[in-house]
């Protein structure tokens, strides 16, 4: 027979390694380019778009203003960062869904 109380151990021990593993995704930084350096893309290890940098030149020789490349740089930021939440709540509703029934503590 499982004990209650080893069980509860166990669980909290889980959720301080779950903590601690977000906490060192959201250190670790990494970077990608497109387009030979044409654009860069920073992101933290949880999957969040940090910083976009796109090569002025890019931009101006799309007929595009060098002006324009910081504004463009923003929106591009906020769009993928909103894609990336609604990706992270689709799984935790399905996470939820397969594992409600378990009545594990946070997943209420």
């Keep these: ?58 931009v101006v020789s799309l007929g595009g203003s060098a002006a324009d490349v910081e504004m463009l740089e923003d929106l591009i930021v906020a769009a993928v960062n909103e894609a990336g939440r609604k990706a992270d709540e689709a799984a935790q509703s399905s996470v939820k869904g397969i594992l409600g029934g378990l009545n594990l503590p946070g997943l209420g």
Excluded: D
């Design 1 to 58: 027979m499982i004990n209650p109380l080893k069980l509860q151990e166990m669980l909290s021990q889980a959720t301080q390694m779950q903590e601690e593993v977000q906490r060192k995704l959201g250190q670790t930084v990494v970077e990608g380019t497109a387009g030979g350096g044409a654009v860069t893309a920073t992101m933290n290890g949880r999957k969040q778009l940090i910083r976009i940098r796109i090569e002025p030149a890019a």
